[in-house]
């Protein structure tokens, strides 16, 4: 399986052959490089070790700095384990660029969403709230009743109620990438994809195509 990390830049839109608007996210994809290799025969499992965004020394904590100058690699800030099949030519130290995909082609892409702190169950979970009227004074974006009678006689687990909002990782799905630009490390998909700027990003293939 194809992957890439990158960092979310920000959106904008460009158009199509036709004349349409297509809004569209770029990133910054890459460089990347190989950390490690993981067999089935030697871990159980089947996967690399990917390592972006290049960094000072003093910028990274020190077992993590010495495993990257044991194995001669660039000092990177971000590691991130991707599987693939056993029988791809991954090596140590070898560097994955954007154009490790290609235009038309759909990716997964998983971020962490905004953090949005402790909100309630109006803005989290979209509920209507209370009566606006009929003597109703401070109850307009309460929740209502979270029990029940006799049973179960208590809060059943997962009752949408307040608390902390965003602050997840979410996955956007069969993205459709539609620039590439390996000399500048871009990467532009269509749509939104989670996070904020500056956020990262694992970009792999997708599983969905259809």
Same mark, same amino acid.
């Given at each position: 399986?194809?992957?890439?990390?990158?960092?979310?830049?920000?959106?904008?839109?460009?158009?199509?052959?036709?004349?349409?608007?297509?809004?569209?996210?770029?990133?910054?994809?890459?460089?990347?490089?190989?950390?490690?290799?993981?067999?089935?025969?030697?871990?159980?499992?089947?996967?690399?070790?990917?390592?972006?965004?290049?960094?000072?020394?003093?910028?990274?904590?020190?077992?993590?700095?010495?495993?990257?100058?044991?194995?001669?690699?660039?000092?990177?800030?971000?590691?991130?384990?991707?599987?693939?099949?056993?029988?791809?030519?991954?090596?140590?130290?070898?560097?994955?660029?954007?154009?490790?995909?290609?235009?038309?082609?759909?990716?997964?892409? !998983? *971020?962490?969403? +905004?953090?949005? #702190?402790?909100?309630?169950?109006?803005? @989290?979970?979209?509920?209507?709230? /209370?009566?606006? $009227?009929?003597?109703?004074?401070?109850?307009?974006?309460?929740?209502?009743? !979270? *029990?029940?009678? +006799?049973?179960? #006689?208590?809060?059943?687990?997962?009752? @949408?109620?307040?608390?902390?909002? /965003?602050?997840? $990782?979410?996955?956007?799905?069969?993205?459709?990438?539609?620039?590439?630009?390996?000399?500048?490390?871009?990467?532009?998909?269509?749509?939104?994809?989670?996070?904020?700027?500056?956020?990262?990003?694992?970009?792999?293939?997708?599983?969905?195509?259809?």
């Amino acid at each position: 399986m194809k992957g890439i990390l990158g960092k979310k830049l920000g959106m904008t839109q460009i158009f199509d052959s036709q004349g349409r608007v297509i809004p569209i996210t770029v990133i910054e994809a890459g460089p990347c490089f190989v950390a490690q290799r993981k067999t089935l025969a030697r871990d159980g499992y089947s996967a690399i070790q990917l390592g972006f965004e290049e960094v000072p020394a003093r910028k990274l904590n020190r077992p993590l700095l010495r495993r990257l100058q044991r194995k001669n690699l660039p000092l990177v800030r971000h590691l991130r384990e991707l599987r693939v099949q056993e029988d791809e030519g991954y090596e140590v130290g070898q560097k994955i660029l954007a154009d490790v995909f290609a235009t038309g082609e759909r990716v997964d892409i !998983i *971020g962490t969403s +905004k953090g949005k #702190g402790f909100a309630g169950v109006v803005k @989290r979970h979209g509920f209507a709230g /209370g009566p606006k $009227t009929h003597g109703q004074s401070d109850r307009h974006r309460t929740p209502g009743s !979270i *029990g029940a009678c +006799k049973w179960p #006689g208590r809060v059943l687990k997962g009752q @949408r109620m307040a608390g902390h909002m /965003g602050n997840a $990782t979410h996955t956007a799905q069969n993205l459709q990438v539609v620039l590439v630009d390996s000399e500048r490390n871009l990467l532009a998909v269509r749509g939104p994809v989670p996070g904020m700027k500056g956020g990262l990003l694992v970009i792999k293939e997708a599983r969905k195509q259809g």
